[in-house]
């Protein structure tokens, strides 16, 4: 760098700095609250946020690689709070990522003579926001058509079975769990259709060919080869004539998950050792299951990249099922490669440079643009080229076992309604559902917590979560097309009373569907605000009469006090303000392991008396930390943050792993901190806090419970807590993704059992319902 541009950059650095500072210091801020204060300071709020909108829109300008017209990249104002409106500027600094890349490629290749590299051609007439809108919903075309209403187990997609060890009457059954015990909760889970080819995946042999190492064989050339484009039968029939006479082939797929409830197979790539496919999994949907031929012959090897997804989907809608799979991400863990990702090996193993550009693109777009398709094509096309040579590696370090074995784990996952999710350990760790909340009874307290939600708009929350998800089933649109998150936070924080006018002019974008159903939605909230005040003020009377009743009686049943505190507990949404606990999650820290007893306490005029009733099962404070925890959506989050540690490659994570032997032990990683603090660390006063005290000053809640004593044992402890310092991401919103949302799958062990119990009796009573019919 001269010292010219070196100049440049101090004059201009302390100013950038200056501007995050103060960005990030009004992100802080309630800026609507004081836009609605005083409407000299909103007009002056508005006026300078166009003014950095277009400052914002100069410098996207400047940046883009793009060179047609001057308004191709523009970051609008109008819903700047949807996620597809962020999209501009991400590609813009993609596409900067990507020029850097290739520059430094270049100097690389000048100084050292290294390796040429290929790239994916970039495609500069990118696809624009008005070609999305106008792609018909696929859907409307299916010969069978959507069914999302769950009414039974997912039945898969098959009328018979290729290539059958087991024949296809003994696994086309329903299948009624017996109940199992863990850690004392019985749990019976929901009935099922088994994954039909479970058994040939565990008993099928690998053909012989994977246990030999043998010189690579290097791929078709890149530029001057097409891929083979199948929307018929009769080419499908031809692909299936050539993949039949492969001993490997390569599989991919695309899939859209925006609009549509459950997601939707866009497209599968095929890549033999002479050609690539590209099969139009729209229109071919129910035409697909021929290829079972092939995915399920054993003497094939089927190689992917990180097919967790793949299996499911590939199941789910296209009956497809694969023996014989080498997932190349877990050769990737086995050989320890510093990321796990495609984009790793194809630069790696192939020297092709490619982008991820298109990863997200909308892939129901018909036809597909050029630059699409070569995307396409390249994630299968050098993929055979890699396996040879991550066969050989593993093989050298007698780690191929291990491969088959997890990628045999990955073949067997089944796809599942949420309504049928299985809750034992088990069988969950083999199941992915399209909503993997880490509490299955409450899905929306992740929600709850991400947003910092008060706890009082939990029953707001609930409701505008259920309609959502119903609006979205009927509509056969994602939930967050519906409704995405940040619109139902906004509305979850309207105050009585609330109307249509309200529900329009929420601070966030309002969607279609929000829109049309503004009327609807307001009374919702509206009632729904009404109602669980009420229940609030008739739980805060019940206590308080009671306590004071026993009070002065002298006279307590402890038990009673204790069952009362219980079934506040566990019945009140009102009860946890959401104050100083909820959003110092420093104070949630949990006390040291000791001893399990159970006390329980005495309310007399001369205040609060202890009693130790010995070893029972479980105490008033561990319910309290289960109820927080709930309440708080922590586990969700515990989970959660132990997907996203495995890397910052979009990539299966070290969750989605546990199905193989020995990744399921290795937790918690290291990222995974647990604050361990000292029983005295929590406030009593803290821990319960009716929201209505300060309103009436005689309804104290401080002499509710007092609690001296430690508890329970903690052992599950590091699954509940993370790192509060961890905290403040969460808050943020994150971007949707479908790998994290659905590798919760596989990982059941922090399940609560609090609500196992519930789930096992809706079985329980369905089965016997079933019964008697
Ligand atoms: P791939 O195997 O990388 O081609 O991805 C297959 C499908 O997974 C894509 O069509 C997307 O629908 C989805 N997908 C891939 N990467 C991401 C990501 N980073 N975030 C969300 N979805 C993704
Ligand atoms: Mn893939
Ligand atoms: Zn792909």
Redesign the pocket.
């Given at each position: 760098m001269s010292t010219e541009e070196q100049d440049i950059f101090k004059d201009v650095l302390p100013k950038l700095m200056g501007t995050i500072r103060a960005a990030t210091a009004l992100g802080a801020q309630d800026v609507n609250f004081y836009k609605s204060v005083d409407s000299n300071i909103s007009q002056q709020i508005d006026k300078r946020g166009m003014n950095l909108l277009t400052i914002t829109n100069d410098l996207l300008r400047t940046a883009s690689s793009q060179s047609s017209p001057v308004d191709s990249v523009r970051f609008g104002q109008e819903n700047i709070s949807s996620e597809s409106s962020w999209n501009p500027v991400s590609n813009v600094i993609d596409s900067i990522f990507e020029k850097i890349d290739f520059n430094f490629d270049q100097l690389n290749k000048k100084q050292t003579g290294g390796e040429q590299k290929q790239y994916l051609e970039d495609g500069n007439n990118s696809i624009s926001n008005e070609q999305i809108q106008r792609i018909e919903k696929p859907q409307l075309k299916f010969k069978v058509p959507v069914d999302n209403s769950e009414q039974e187990p997912f039945r898969p997609k098959i009328t018979n079975k290729v290539n059958a060890l087991q024949p296809w009457e003994s696994v086309n059954k329903l299948t009624n769990p017996a109940p199992i015990y863990e850690e004392s909760v019985e749990i019976v889970d929901p009935p099922y259709y088994a994954h039909p080819y479970e058994f040939e995946i565990d008993s099928q042999p690998y053909p012989d060919s994977i246990l030999k190492k043998a010189e690579p064989i290097p791929p078709q050339d890149w530029s001057s080869t097409t891929a083979i484009w199948v929307d018929t039968v009769d080419g499908l029939n031809e692909m299936i004539e050539e993949l039949s006479k492969s001993s490997e082939i390569a599989v991919?797929?695309?899939?859209?998950?925006y609009r549509s409830y459950y997601g939707i197979v866009?497209?599968m790539q095929i890549s033999n050792r002479d050609k690539d496919w590209i099969i139009d999994t729209l229109v071919l949907r129910d035409d697909l299951t021929s290829l079972n031929k092939v995915f399920t012959d054993p003497n094939i090897v089927k190689v992917l990249?990180?097919a967790f997804?793949?299996i499911i989907w590939l199941q789910r809608d296209l009956g497809l099922y694969i023996v014989s799979l080498f997932d190349t991400y877990h050769a990737s863990r086995q050989l320890g490669f510093s990321k796990f990702s495609?984009q790793y090996l194809l630069d790696t193993f192939a020297h092709f440079r490619t982008s991820?550009k298109y990863?997200?693109?909308d892939?129901r777009i018909r036809p597909l643009p050029k630059p699409m398709l070569a995307y396409?094509r390249s994630?299968t096309h050098f993929l055979l080229y890699i396996f040879d040579q991550l066969r050989n590696k593993l093989i050298d370090s007698d780690k191929l076992a291990r491969v088959l074995f997890d990628s045999r784990q990955v073949a067997k996952r089944r796809f599942e309604y949420t309504k049928y999710r299985p809750l034992s350990t088990n069988l969950g760790s083999k199941v992915s559902c399209p909503v993997m909340a880490a509490n299955p009874s409450e899905p929306w307290g992740s929600i709850m917590y991400q947003y910092n939600v008060p706890s009082f708009k939990r029953a707001v929350v609930e409701q505008l979560y259920k309609w959502r998800d119903l609006v979205a089933r009927e509509a056969d649109e994602s939930v967050r097309y519906i409704m995405p998150n940040q619109l139902l936070v906004s509305l979850a924080t309207l105050e009585s009373p609330v109307d249509v006018g309200k529900v329009l002019n929420v601070p966030s974008y309002v969607s279609e569907h929000v829109r049309r159903n503004a009327r609807e939605l307001a009374e919702l909230i509206d009632r729904t605000l009404k109602e669980s005040e009420q229940n609030d003020w008739a739980l805060v009377d019940k206590w308080n009469n009671s306590s004071k009743a026993q009070v002065e009686e002298q006279n307590v049943d402890v038990r009673d006090v204790n069952g009362l505190l219980e079934t506040l507990l566990s019945n009140s949404s009102a009860l946890f303000d959401g104050g100083p606990l909820l959003s110092d999650r420093s104070s949630l820290a949990i006390p040291e392991v000791r001893e399990t007893r159970n006390y329980t306490y005495e309310f007399t005029s001369q205040g609060i008396k202890k009693h130790d009733f010995g070893k029972e099962s479980i105490t008033l404070k561990h319910k309290l930390w289960q109820k927080l925890c709930e309440v708080d959506g922590i586990r969700s989050i515990a989970e959660e943050e132990l997907e996203s540690e495995s890397g910052e490659e979009?990539e299966p994570s070290e969750a989605t792993e546990s199905t193989g032997a020995s990744s399921s032990n290795e937790r918690p990683k290291s990222g995974q901190k647990v604050l361990f603090s000292k029983d005295e660390d929590i406030n009593p006063d803290e821990l319960i806090a009716l929201r209505k005290t300060n309103k009436n000053s005689k309804r104290n809640s401080n002499q509710l419970v007092q609690y001296n004593e430690p508890s329970v044992d903690y052992a599950n402890a590091d699954k509940i807590l993370i790192d509060p310092k961890k905290s403040d991401k969460r808050n943020k919103k994150r971007?949707?993704?479908?790998?994290s949302r659905d590798s919760a799958g596989p990982k059941p062990a922090k399940r609560k059992k609090v609500i196992t119990g519930g789930k096992t009796s809706t079985y329980k009573l369905k089965q016997s319902r079933l019964k008697n019919k």
């Open positions: 991919d797929l695309e899939h859209h998950d866009c497209l990249h990180g997804m793949d495609l991820k990863q997200l693109a892939w396409a994630d979009h971007s949707f993704d479908p790998y």
